[in-house]
């Protein structure tokens, strides 16, 4: 990224390693990378470790680039054929998003015979390396020179760059986020290009800077979920600007930039499968609920308030299998949010039904918990 002009039973996890040049990073560094790092493990269940490096100052023992915010290099597994990569995205597909992604995919190779490339990371995500694979996957380095904020809770700050947003930015390009023009030399592809499109039903192979416009979809080309950069020297494979966005090739200070979501449906249809709360969509009068439908509730509000720096929310009744969720039970889980809320300086959810004593728990008052968790997962 560089800096802009002003204007469940298993898990991924992270094994870090900070270079020496990390040594004379402030403290509040590394409870952001701590952070950055734990936001991507709550948020997928695949069964592999990524190896990163982090430095300060340096990527790999050398210096940043003249301008830039951060940096990655990963690891590369390759030459995969197109047959290899549809198969390896079919095989892994969990979401509907993933369905509908996978479904634009034709049995015939589009791209006239390309190979592709992938980071470990991803080859890792979709089965094509060991997810155990101790070889490190890939380096991230950070300016220490920019005027940051490392404060999860104050992103948006006079003067101060996003520390996180830039944080995730470079993690999901060792996780596979890049693609033609960054993968190495060969004009190879990457999963990521079967995606990119600069009209409907028309894929586009060949990105250049002051190019035609592309952007990213799941649909054939027929909706835009992001539009891709196409300003030179950013990376081809970063989203365009057009809104805050940690995925932006061009960072601004004083602005928050967060994962989206369209930023979780790429990183989804890239190889990694998201948390699945269990019967994802409740039906009113449809769905009976259950124990479950509020233990990951909790799971996954407990996790944002570790990120948040607040500490362990304290129940009345631990739920458990078997047990019957009550209006308490309800009311304490949104007191749970609402801290969240507040510790980010944001107006607390509004709800549907203020459950008190004997009134019946609805599918809605579960299905509201799950999108207020989903609008504050934004890394």
Same mark, same amino acid.
Request: proline share 4%.
């Given at each position: 990224?560089?800096?802009?002009?002003?204007?469940?039973?298993?898990?991924?996890?992270?094994?870090?390693?900070?270079?020496?040049?990390?040594?004379?990073?402030?403290?509040?560094?590394?409870?952001?990378?701590?952070?950055?790092?734990?936001?991507?493990?709550?948020?997928?269940?695949?069964?592999?470790?990524?190896?990163?490096?982090?430095?300060?100052?340096?990527?790999?023992?050398?210096?940043?680039?003249?301008?830039?915010?951060?940096?990655?290099?990963?690891?590369?597994?390759?030459?995969?054929?197109?047959?290899?990569?549809?198969?390896?995205?079919?095989?892994?597909?969990?979401?509907?998003?993933?369905?509908?992604?996978?479904?634009?995919?034709?049995?015939?190779?589009?791209?006239?015979?390309?190979?592709?490339?992938?980071?470990?990371?991803?080859?890792?995500?979709?089965?094509?390396?060991?997810?155990?694979?101790?070889?490190?996957?890939?380096?991230?380095?950070?300016?220490?020179?920019?005027?940051?904020?490392?404060?999860?809770?104050?992103?948006?700050?006079?003067?101060?760059?996003?520390?996180?947003?830039?944080?995730?930015?470079?993690?999901?390009?060792?996780?596979?986020?890049?693609?033609?023009?960054?993968?190495?030399?060969?004009?190879?592809?990457?999963?990521?290009?079967?995606?990119?499109?600069?009209?409907?039903?028309?894929?586009?192979?060949?990105?250049?800077?002051?190019?035609?416009?592309?952007?990213?979809?799941?649909?054939?080309?027929?909706?835009?979920?992001?539009?891709?950069?196409?300003?030179?020297?950013?990376?081809?494979?970063?989203?365009?600007?057009?809104?805050?966005?940690?995925?932006?090739?061009?960072?601004?200070?004083?602005?928050?930039?967060?994962?989206?979501?369209?930023?979780?449906?790429?990183?989804?249809?890239?190889?990694?499968?998201?948390?699945?709360?269990?019967?994802?969509?409740?039906?009113?009068?449809?769905?009976?609920?259950?124990?479950?439908?509020?233990?990951?509730?909790?799971?996954?509000?407990?996790?944002?308030?570790?990120?948040?720096?607040?500490?362990?929310? =304290? !129940? @009345?009744?631990?739920?458990? %299998? &078997?047990?019957?969720?009550? *209006?308490? $039970?309800?009311?304490?889980? +949104? #007191?749970? /949010?609402?801290?969240?809320?507040?510790?980010?300086?944001?107006?607390?959810? =509004? !709800? @549907?039904?203020?459950?008190? %004593? &004997?009134?019946?728990?609805? *599918?809605? $008052?579960?299905?509201?918990? +799950? #999108?207020? /968790?989903?609008?504050?997962?934004?890394?």
């Amino acid at each position: 990224m560089l800096l802009g002009a002003a204007g469940g039973a298993e898990a991924l996890t992270f094994n870090v390693t900070y270079d020496a040049s990390t040594a004379s990073a402030p403290a509040a560094f590394f409870t952001a990378m701590g952070y950055a790092f734990q936001y991507y493990e709550s948020l997928y269940t695949d069964p592999i470790t990524i190896n990163v490096h982090v430095g300060w100052g340096d990527i790999n023992g050398s210096p940043l680039g003249a301008g830039s915010l951060g940096q990655s290099l990963t690891a590369q597994q390759g030459n995969f054929t197109y047959a290899q990569i549809r198969t390896a995205l079919t095989n892994d597909a969990k979401t509907p998003q993933d369905a509908a992604a996978i479904a634009t995919l034709p049995v015939a190779d589009p791209t006239g015979g390309k190979s592709f490339v992938m980071s470990n990371a991803e080859a890792k995500a979709l089965g094509l390396l060991s997810g155990t694979n101790t070889a490190t996957d890939g380096w991230v380095g950070f300016s220490q020179t920019a005027s940051w904020t490392f404060d999860p809770n104050g992103r948006a700050m006079p003067g101060l760059v996003d520390f996180l947003g830039t944080a995730h930015h470079e993690i999901t390009e060792v996780m596979g986020r890049y693609g033609y023009g960054q993968n190495g030399s060969g004009l190879r592809d990457s999963p990521i290009d079967l995606f990119r499109y600069a009209g409907a039903n028309v894929r586009l192979f060949t990105p250049s800077f002051g190019g035609a416009s592309n952007y990213f979809s799941i649909d054939q080309g027929a909706t835009i979920v992001h539009g891709f950069n196409t300003v030179c020297c950013g990376d081809l494979s970063d989203w365009d600007g057009s809104a805050n966005d940690s995925f932006n090739a061009f960072s601004f200070s004083a602005v928050k930039n967060p994962t989206t979501p369209g930023d979780r449906i790429l990183m989804d249809v890239l190889g990694y499968d998201r948390v699945q709360f269990t019967d994802s969509t409740l039906t009113p009068q449809g769905t009976a609920i259950k124990a479950v439908h509020l233990i990951e509730v909790r799971t996954r509000v407990a996790q944002a308030r570790t990120r948040h720096g607040l500490g362990t929310y =304290s !129940y @009345t009744q631990t739920i458990a %299998a &078997g047990l019957v969720v009550m *209006a308490t $039970d309800m009311l304490e889980t +949104r #007191a749970a /949010l609402a801290d969240i809320y507040l510790a980010m300086s944001a107006a607390s959810p =509004s !709800y @549907t039904f203020a459950p008190f %004593a &004997g009134v019946t728990i609805h *599918a809605v $008052d579960i299905t509201e918990l +799950r #999108a207020f /968790l989903e609008s504050i997962e934004d890394g």
